[in-house]
């Protein structure tokens, strides 16, 4: 069993995609507090929710654990009067099956406005989540979002850590350089042309990159360390506690990249207990 208080990898840590309802809320506020101290006076960055209708294709292990279908509770115990008076008032009846609708979930991104004007929205930030990727529903209403934000000459950054769906980038596919198109991928689409995309290399082999947000036309970029980010979410979350690096991550990584993993960890992990 091998585990870390601290992230053990230079770059994205694919363990952490198990866990990504809570990773998702940290990089999004965080991400938020660290663009705000950097923000012209009259621009504020700002944590919005919308709602998605989620709806699971098949019985896959992602999608049960994106949304729970039903939660149970603790409640006090009832004594054994009270449910035999229970039972009694009411007694068991045939049940009848329906289909239900699995809830919408929540979801978060960081818009910049401008307030000044109208509260204009400049920039939007997006980390993609499960819900805009794994069926074609979801993908359908994040490419709606996405086409409104690019029309209305928002600028847009998307940062997909997930390595599983469907491909939801407003840069096309078949636009990236192969070597750029997993297993993570990151993009800026800026207002002043639209009809370009500014992509990074994102992988768990190197540092994720500094990104640079764009503003209004007439003011510099702000930045965004993304790494920094990830490491920061890890160590408040406490995964050192749950991450079992001896264990292949879901989903599942190629061997190849599953060897090198393995072989870095030990690495860290020898060069730890000699520092000892």
């Not at 940062?159 to 297993?183: C, E, F, H, N």
């Amino acid at each position: 069993m091998m585990r870390f208080n601290t992230n053990p990898l230079p770059g994205m840590n694919p363990w952490l995609e198990a866990y990504w309802g809570d990773i998702h809320t940290k990089l999004t506020t965080y991400a938020c507090d660290y663009m705000q101290r950097q923000l012209p006076s009259d621009l504020q960055a700002r944590v919005e929710e919308y709602l998605s209708v989620y709806e699971a294709e098949g019985d896959t292990e992602s999608s049960r654990r994106i949304v729970p279908d039903v939660q149970i509770v603790e409640q006090p115990d009832l004594s054994a009067s009270a449910t035999a008076v229970v039972t009694e008032a009411f007694p068991s009846s045939e049940s009848v099956i329906i289909r239900r609708r699995t809830p919408p979930q929540t979801l978060r991104y960081i818009k910049i406005v401008d307030v000044k004007s109208n509260r204009r929205v400049v920039t939007v930030i997006e980390f993609i989540s499960m819900a805009n990727k794994a069926t074609e529903k979801g993908r359908r209403q994040y490419f709606a979002k996405q086409q409104e934000l690019i029309t209305a000459g928002v600028n847009l950054v998307e940062i997909d850590l997930l390595r599983s769906g469907g491909w939801v980038m407003a840069a096309q596919k078949d636009g990236y350089p192969p070597t750029l198109q997993g297993p993570y991928r990151i993009s800026v689409v800026r207002a002043t042309s639209p009809e370009d995309a500014e992509i990074y290399r994102a992988t768990f082999l190197a540092p994720l990159p500094t990104i640079r947000i764009p503003l209004r036309e007439t003011d510099n970029d702000i930045q965004l360390p993304l790494q920094a980010l990830v490491n920061s979410a890890y160590e408040s979350g406490r995964y050192g506690n749950d991450v079992d690096y001896s264990i292949m991550p879901e989903p599942s990584l190629d061997a190849k990249d599953f060897e090198w993993i393995c072989e870095y960890l030990k690495s860290v992990a020898d060069a730890a207990s000699v520092r000892l």
